[in-house]
């Protein structure tokens, strides 16, 4: 990314003073570090970027714009804001508009722990050929498979 680019987008991670205790136990990720580690990465050439909503919508705008590829959205509810699971199995809201010809597809979401999420907008893309992508968690590329902890995201609002 341009480095105006970054700069806007670090505009954007608010910083959270007094925030609760629970701010104090996540491992904190910046726009830059997160934009370094996807340029090191070598990306799939894939036909279009889906981001799962709300938590994939930054990266995967990220990596569409990285790629060059166009961006859809698609918005899978499985849990609260709290991290509680409030839809099980995990329920499909809104399907992307693919066209025909987007036959493979990189699907972006910022965590996966269960795979539930990931799993219910894989079968959702039906005969799609699917990589994921995420930025913690389990996927067929992971940004930081180093990090355990929660993570505090900048393009997050602290609850």
């Known amino acids: 990314m341009e480095r105006g680019v970054i700069a806007i987008l670090n505009l954007l991670s608010i910083e959270q003073t007094g925030a609760d205790d629970r701010m104090s136990d996540k491992t904190s990720l910046d726009f830059t570090t997160i934009s370094q580690r996807l340029k090191a990465l070598a990306l799939p050439d894939v036909d279009y970027v889906v981001g799962i909503a709300t938590g994939g919508i930054v990266p995967a705008a990220m990596v569409a ?76 590329y992971v940004l930081f498979p180093e990090v355990a902890a929660c993570v505090n995201w900048p393009w997050k609002l602290a609850l």
């Open 65 to 140: 714009h990285q790629l060059g590829k166009p961006l859809a959205l698609m918005r899978v509810q499985h849990r609260a804001d709290d991290n509680t699971p409030i839809y099980e199995p995990p329920l499909l809201t809104t399907f992307p508009s693919l066209p025909d010809e987007a036959l493979h597809i990189l699907l972006v979401d910022d965590v996966c722990v269960s795979g539930k999420t990931i799993e219910a907008a894989k079968q959702a893309l039906g005969d799609k050929r699917v990589t994921t992508l995420v930025m913690k968690g389990r996927g067929d």
